[in-house]
């Protein structure tokens, strides 16, 4: 049998190829069957689980899942201008806290957005390309556990390694043919402030946290912290967290993380194919006990139907009998004079 899924945005799965060589059913019992089933199900989760731990490490994939939710938020019942509802999000991003809002481009650009979540947009921020009452979508996201997804790109930076979780700004631009597509926005004025004593635990003692920024290109830019607060200052839409450490210290973090990512990875693919071959073999030994007892069964049924009977005469009656075989006295007799 042969089965293939897709992968899709809103389920982010890598595709899953199973096989499964045809086999004998016809001698199975009723009650190998349900044994059956329960060891092709373990076999698929054991396949399936290294790849479900591993394909919510894409960055961009999430973003991709965040504003198909965006988008269906918005064409639900969610669409008054200047509220801000809670993003819904599916089972694979359960930790990930979101929220949308509708704008005006002309109005978040005349007066900007006070308190956003975390963040505050000031006054001066331009959608080039759109008109000013074109509606967009504004999508704030809180990545909770999922931040370590960022890790790469923190020590990609210059060594970092992440101190916060990491938050998310970015805008959607709402078309009724194309759908909705990320906005490029230009701040034409004051900075766009990131507060994170909302979402960050207190840092040690003496630590100087720095602003990581991570671009929705990829890029990453890291800059000083608003002195003597935890507010950082963003000049674009996209990713934003509080790393510590630098080149000194953070080549060895990022090292043992992508070493611990490995093990785990390869982890998970010794124990799904070690999983497969036990509950192949044990399916084998099944398989051959059953067709054993079928070969008897059969053999004896044959026996039984097969048997050479004479027919003869019974007053007026023809029915089968047997041969009758009987030993005599005298051989008898003969035999026990001979052991004597």
Known sequence: MLAFAPPTKMSPCCPLLLLFPAMPTAGLSREALPVLLLMLAAAVVALAWPCGALQLQDAALIDDVIMEA???????????????????????????????????SGSLSRHGVRLFGE??????????????????????VNMGNLSA?????????????????????MFYGLDPRDGTAPLQVRVTGAAIRVNFSMAVPALQPGAVPLCMAVWLNGSVAVTDVQAGTNTCHLRDQGHVALVLGGVGDGDAVAE????????????????????TVLLGLVLVAML???????????????????????????????????????????ELENEYRATL
């Not at 059969?298 to 041969?323: D, I, N, W």
């Open 256 to 275: 043992d993380g992508e070493v611990s990512k490995w093990k785990l990875a390869l982890f998970g693919a010794a124990l799904g194919a070690g999983g």
């Open 149 to 169: 997804v960022y890790d790469e790109h923190a020590a990609r930076g210059g060594g970092y390694r992440i101190a916060s979780p990491v938050l998310g700004l």
């Open 70 to 104: 965006a988008e269906e938020c918005y064409n639900g019942k969610h669409r008054r201008t200047g509220v801000t509802y809670p993003l819904s999000l599916p089972a694979s991003l359960s930790a990930v806290d979101g929220s949308v809002s509708r704008f005006r």
């Open 288 to 330: 051959s006990v059953q067709r054993r007892k079928s070969e008897m069964a059969e053999m004896e049924r044959r026996a039984y139907e097969e048997e050479a009977l004479r027919v003869a005469m019974v007053g007026h009656v023809r029915a089968p009998s047997a041969c009758g075989s009987r030993t005599t006295p005298d």
């Open 119 to 140: 963040f505050s947009v000031p006054r001066g921020l331009v959608v080039p390309g759109r008109a000013a009452g074109a509606h967009l979508l504004a999508v704030r």
